[in-house]
């Protein structure tokens, strides 16, 4: 079975751009979470979408949204883009019960360079 | 707030030596969960293994094993006979019952190197 996938693995912006990243989480999964990982630290929860519905939100501005389809897949979109937002985005799908004990299982990612 | 500690920033070993990760975590919930991921330098989170708050049972996969001491807010996990397919940086994270949706919160992530 296919895992999470992420497209485009590598993207560069100037700065002030905007930007779409897109995933698809595995098959039979509801609930896609998104994450910023900056160079040399951990991941950090941007937002996590299930049903089409916003169901956590991190400490992230405006500039950032997402949204979930139908079928599941996600758009993370990120507006005014700012040289700080040079990093390795990463959507995870997990299965989508309100179990907080849920597994998440991440996707290769897209490295985004903003110059 | 949630906070988890990776104290150690790179570990370098040489084959077959064992090594051990340590995890300190917070947390005002009483019920959560931890979690430790390995990230090779493909960049994807490999998913190793998941404890609940209230299992504090040791466990073993094969090379792998973690400690869970919650006296001590610690969740370490130790690669017995390390082989150079381990070199990665591996992560630890928390999740709370009380937080909105399933947010993992994450550590700083430890580097291993394994040499031959």
């Known amino acids: 079975d296919a895992g999470v996938t992420q497209s485009p693995t590598h993207l560069i912006k100037t700065r002030g751009q905007h930007v779409t990243l897109r995933c698809s989480p595995i098959?039979?999964?509801?609930?896609v979470s998104w994450y910023q990982q900056v160079l040399g630290q951990g991941p950090q929860f941007i937002f996590q979408?299930?049903?089409?519905?916003?169901?956590g939100r991190g400490n992230f501005p405006d500039r950032f949204s997402a949204r979930q389809f139908p079928n599941y897949s996600s758009e993370l979109n990120v507006n005014a883009l700012l040289l700080g937002d040079s990093a390795l985005y990463l959507c995870?799908?997990?299965?989508?019960?309100?179990?907080?004990?849920?597994?998440?299982?991440f996707g290769p990612g897209t490295r985004l360079l903003v110059l | 707030a949630q906070k988890v500690t990776q104290a150690q920033t790179e570990i370098s070993v040489v084959e077959k030596e064992d090594v051990t990760l340590d995890c300190v975590y917070e947390?005002?919930?009483?019920?959560?969960?931890l979690f430790w991921y390995k990230q090779p330098p493909s960049g994807e989170l490999v998913f190793l293994i998941r404890?609940?708050?209230?299992?504090?049972q040791n466990e073993i996969s094969g090379r792998y094993s973690w400690n869970f001491q919650k006296s001590t807010s610690s969740f370490n996990f130790t690669i017995t006979a390390s082989q150079v397919v381990d070199s990665a940086v591996y992560f630890c994270?928390?999740?709370?019952?009380?937080?909105?949706?399933?947010?993992?919160?994450f550590g700083g992530g430890t580097r291993v190197l394994v040499k031959p």
């Open positions: 995870a799908s997990s299965v989508g019960t309100s179990d907080k004990s849920e597994t998440q299982y």
């Open positions: 098959s039979g999964h509801k609930s």
């Open positions: 979408y299930y049903e089409k519905e916003e169901r």
């Open positions: 947390t005002r919930d009483t019920t959560y969960y």
């Open positions: 404890r609940n708050s209230f299992d504090e």
């Open positions: 994270a928390l999740s709370e019952d009380g937080a909105a949706g399933n947010k993992l919160t």
